[in-house]
């Protein structure tokens, strides 16, 4: 059986998991004490991270292998387990493109990150421009529709 160690913690930040208002909330990608401070020199250049994490608070009984409606919103087409990108997939992992804000010792200051306190961190990297996507971006509407809130200020669900 693969099995992943996690090299950081996600400390701060959401404190619940949330469809939408996941945008202007700071938190702290905690790199294990066991990683040398060398192992980060030279991510503060970068302003982007990739972050691979794990749904911790999932459970494999979430996992749904059918097709369905994305948050069981019927304006939206039924799509298969791949085509979500939510804790109802087998490996139940994310990616994630935080801000990097500073480095602090072990402690990655970043904003935008849609994992919430707890979350074991799998692996992390700078965002290299290079290595995004090629050639011309195609994607149905409803993506688009269903994350419109997505990366809005959290502070504004409480208004």
Not at 29 to 46: A, V
Not at 85 to 97: C, D, E, F, M
Request: proline share 9%; net charge negative; charged share 25%.
């Amino acid at each position: 059986m693969l099995q992943f160690k996690p090299i950081a913690t996600v400390v701060g930040g959401h404190i619940e998991p949330a469809d939408d208002f996941q945008g202007g909330v700071e938190s702290i990608i905690r790199l294990n004490d066991e990683y040398p401070l060398d192992t980060l020199q030279g991510l503060e250049e970068f302003s982007h991270l990739t972050v691979t994490w794990f749904f911790h608070r999932a459970s494999p009984d979430d996992v749904q292998l059918h097709a369905r409606s994305p948050r069981g919103d019927s304006r939206w087409p039924a799509t298969g387990t791949f085509v979500h990108r939510n804790h109802r997939r087998p490996a139940q992992l994310a990616t994630s493109y935080p801000r990097l804000l500073r480095v602090d010792g072990l402690d990655l200051h970043v904003t935008d990150l849609d994992a919430v306190d707890g979350t074991p961190v799998l692996d992390l990297a700078p965002w290299f421009v290079a290595m995004g996507p090629r050639g011309p971006i195609s994607e149905p509407a409803w993506p688009g529709e269903m994350l419109a809130r997505y990366w809005d200020d959290a502070a504004a669900r409480n208004r």
